[in-house]
């Protein structure tokens, strides 16, 4: 099996790495839909406008009710203070959207990087206890083989956090290739169909 941490190619998995891809595992069935490259981009620019846009509202309405008790209290500086706030305000404006840009032109080089990604734009994917199922084709786990793994590791909110990222697997009529980045929910579903690989694994063995 081929192993890649950020991109780099490791000698295979480690007992460490593989206890940091180790977890428990959802009790029902996810499901996931496949997204083009396009898709994802779209996709993945939504969620920023919508994570970072409100972080920039939520700042300016600080902005703006300060100004008021201010204006309330010493109305003799409010002049000076408008023309402060309303600098602050487009300072703000302008380093969400330049935050905006570089975390999705990130995201955009991400996904132009990736190989064939497999599947095709809007085929479901579900994973459950019998197993793999892709456009309706299900696949059971102890049939499936591993033969690339990506692992990606990543600060967020002051801890590391390390999960799958891509899958290349076999079943032995077909290739089939899971990726978080090209995937709605797809980080979570990677992360469960590892697990449910390696205890099938550990099962059959």
């Known amino acids: 099996m081929r192993v890649l941490l950020n991109g780099r190619e490791l000698t295979g998995l480690d007992s460490g790495l593989e206890r940091c891809l180790g977890g428990g595992l959802r009790g029902g069935p996810l499901e996931s839909v496949a997204l083009s490259p396009d898709g994802s981009i779209a996709a993945r620019a939504g969620q920023l406008r919508l994570l970072l846009g409100g972080v920039g509202a939520l700042v300016?309405?600080?902005?703006?009710?300060?100004?008021a008790l201010l204006g309330a209290h010493v109305p003799e500086v409010m002049d000076v203070a408008a023309l402060a706030g309303v600098g602050a305000a487009l300072?703000?404006?302008?380093?969400?959207?330049?935050?905006?840009a570089l975390m999705l032109a990130a995201h955009r080089r991400r996904v132009e990087?990736?190989?064939?990604?497999?599947?095709?734009?809007?085929?479901?994917?579900?994973?459950?206890?019998a197993g793999l199922t892709v456009d309706g084709l299900?696949?059971?786990?102890?049939?499936?083989?591993?033969?690339?793994?990506?692992?990606?590791q990543r600060r967020a909110n002051e801890r590391l956090v390390i999960y799958p990222e891509r899958l290349a697997l076999n079943d032995g009529r077909r290739a089939i290739v899971l990726d978080a980045v090209l995937q709605t929910g797809g980080q979570a579903l990677l992360e469960q169909a590892w697990r449910r690989l390696q205890r099938a694994e550990v099962s059959g063995g």
Do not use: M
Request: hydrophobic share 55%; no cysteine; net charge negative.
């Open 138 to 152: 299900l696949s059971p786990w102890t049939l499936l083989r591993v033969h690339e793994l990506w692992v990606r």
């Open 60 to 67: 300016v309405v600080l902005i703006v009710l300060n100004l």
């Open 91 to 100: 300072f703000v404006l302008g380093l969400v959207w330049a935050i905006y």
């Open 113 to 129: 990087a990736r190989p064939d990604p497999g599947l095709v734009g809007g085929e479901t994917v579900r994973i459950d206890d």
